[in-house]
């Protein structure tokens, strides 16, 4: 059976008058993730973050933003213009909207350029086109900030495509469990003392999120051919981390394709990978000022990057 992987994603920012975003309620966070046509599958909690594992990805909120990811034909624009609505566009400090181009596009509810007609009518901001318009391509939306000193968000996203070997075969099967999943990832030295939550699928696929302070992680693996999809990101400064977590996690994969994306972040990308004839980046900033990061890894062969405002 068919399932759309790639994922749309939202971060949104509020203003430093607006009410605590924790102290919203369970239910509140429901009905936003309702709008997706997700739901809620289990909530873990520390003392700065709140992280949800939802039927279609994850949904992770702090006081002051939230980030929520979902897959499928899910309508996450809905839960975006939901959320505008309750808590007022006055109270938007900020806003990043993103979606990578579907296996197939034609069976979604919405497309891109109909989500950012939605944001406009609420938010000022600017659109791109990164990759080629024809074949693997992300879109993005921004907002500038309101107020220059808020903290740019940081994270780094590897997304690979059509996994193979003995992990991605095992996730096919049907004798999986979330343990063997857990070990397989063997997370626990790359997240020491984050709190885990995960969830197993039926029949396959498997999500995981990790939170510790203020910083998250999140893994969600959807194994079925011929679009398998794998989406790891995090908040961590990986460029102090010495365990090379992106290449720990290629490897076990083993992907065609990949991506890794990097807002206002570094990362610990090996040089033989930063240096293959197979892997293309583009950097910009846009009009919020963070920086952006794409690199493409294809092989045999790598199209060039490029950017298209929209």
Not at 18 to 45: C, G, M, P
Request: charged share 25%.
């Amino acid at each position: 059976m068919f399932y759309e992987a790639s994922e749309k994603k939202v971060e949104i920012i509020v203003s430093q008058n607006s009410d605590s975003l924790r102290d919203y309620s369970v239910s509140f966070w429901k009905h936003i993730v309702e709008q997706a046509n997700a739901e809620v599958l289990s909530v873990t909690t520390n003392e700065c973050c709140d992280a949800y594992i939802l039927s279609e990805s994850s949904l992770f909120v702090w006081e002051d933003r939230f980030l929520m990811l979902t897959c499928g034909n899910t309508e996450l624009i809905n839960s975006v213009m939901t959320f505008i609505d309750e808590i007022g566009h006055e109270l938007i400090e900020f806003v990043r909207y993103q979606r990578k181009n579907e296996h197939r596009a034609h069976l979604q509810v919405t497309t891109f350029n109909a989500d950012v007609e939605k944001l406009k009518s609420q938010l000022s901001g600017e659109a791109f086109l990164i990759g080629d318009a024809g074949g693997h391509h992300h879109y993005l939306f921004t907002t500038e900030k309101k107020t220059p000193e808020y903290k740019k968000p940081a994270c780094t996203e590897l997304l690979m495509y059509q996994i193979s070997g003995e992990f991605s075969d095992y996730l096919r099967r049907s004798c999986q469990t979330k343990e063997n999943i857990r070990n397989f990832l063997d997370l626990s030295t790359d997240f020491a003392e984050f709190i885990i939550d995960d969830h197993k699928f039926d029949p396959v696929g498997y999500s995981i999120n990790g939170i510790k302070g203020e910083k998250y992680f999140t893994v969600h693996i959807t194994p079925q051919e011929p679009n398998s999809y794998v989406s790891f990101e995090t908040n961590i400064d990986l460029i102090q981390s010495s365990n090379h977590i992106l290449q720990k996690l290629i490897m076990l994969f083993n992907p065609k394709t990949w991506d890794v994306i990097g807002f206002n972040s570094t990362h610990n990308l090996p040089v033989s990978f930063e240096s293959d004839k197979n892997t293309n980046s583009y950097d910009l900033t846009v009009l919020s000022g963070d920086d952006v990061s794409f690199k493409y890894h294809q092989f045999p062969a790598c199209q060039k990057i490029t950017v298209e405002l929209i």
